[in-house]
């Protein structure tokens, strides 16, 4: 079964407003967490680590006061997308890693108006 | 950071034909690369990975292999099947920390 959970897997919102996004590790404790984003038919990207306790590793270009990571406990990673624009719309991943194996969650398609 | 490129970006094959999906890394310190199956809206899944300390390995219709010295790896598939259609992607990883994912090969089977 399914190891890692995303809440929503759809939302739709209108420009300006801030969505928030979890990632639920469902078996393990995670100490790190990944947040991907993909656009249609596309690769994906890596945006973001999450880290427990401390501050997310944002990966080069990406805007860290956009895409706000919070990873308050080792169950619970949440992305929110600040004061969001269309060009936000995109397909988000998080993954957590055990070992060198990953296990992706479901994702969160999210649209702005 | 790693960099990770894969060829084709599409592909066609016959139904019981061969795929073959080629992705070169540029951080030699990757050690861990695994290929995932990505239908349309869902997650990834792994459908098959190997570490730096082997060259090859194969599962069922699946096969992977590794060319260390030039950072590439392939990933084939034999006998292919219309339930095979999907995303493919590549991905290198240093010890399953960061992943960092190719662009992707569309893979259509025409039956």
């Known amino acids: 079964g399914a190891v890692v959970s995303q809440h929503p897997s759809r939302v739709i919102c209108k420009s300006g407003t801030s969505v928030k996004i979890e990632c639920r590790s469902l078996?393990?404790?995670?100490?790190?967490m990944f947040w991907y984003r993909q656009f249609p038919k596309k690769s994906l990207m890596l945006m973001a680590t999450s880290n427990e306790g401390s501050k997310a590793t944002y990966e080069q270009g990406v805007e860290k006061d956009k895409f706000l990571i919070n990873h308050a406990s080792l169950t619970l990673s949440t992305l929110t997308v600040t004061s969001a624009h269309p060009e936000d719309s995109s397909f988000y991943i998080c993954?957590?890693?055990?070992?060198?194996?990953?296990?992706f969650g479901p994702g969160t398609r999210l649209t702005v108006l | 950071g790693e960099n990770v490129e894969q060829h084709p970006s599409t592909l066609s094959v016959q139904e019981g034909d061969s795929a073959v999906i080629k992705c070169t890394y540029s951080?030699?310190?990757?050690?861990?690369f695994p290929w995932y199956k990505q239908e349309l809206g869902k997650r990834p899944q792994l459908i098959i990975d190997?570490?730096?300390?082997?060259g090859e390995k194969k599962d069922q219709r699946i096969a992977v292999t590794l060319n260390k010295t030039a950072k590439h790896f392939s990933l084939h598939i034999t006998e292919t099947q219309p339930e095979d259609s999907a995303v493919y992607f590549c991905a290198a990883s240093i010890s399953g920390n960061q992943f960092y994912f190719g662009t992707g090969t569309s893979l259509t089977v025409i039956p």
């Open positions: 951080d030699s310190a990757s050690n861990y």
């Open positions: 190997i570490r730096s300390n082997v």
């Open positions: 078996d393990f404790q995670a100490t790190t």
């Open positions: 993954s957590r890693s055990r070992g060198n194996e990953q296990f």
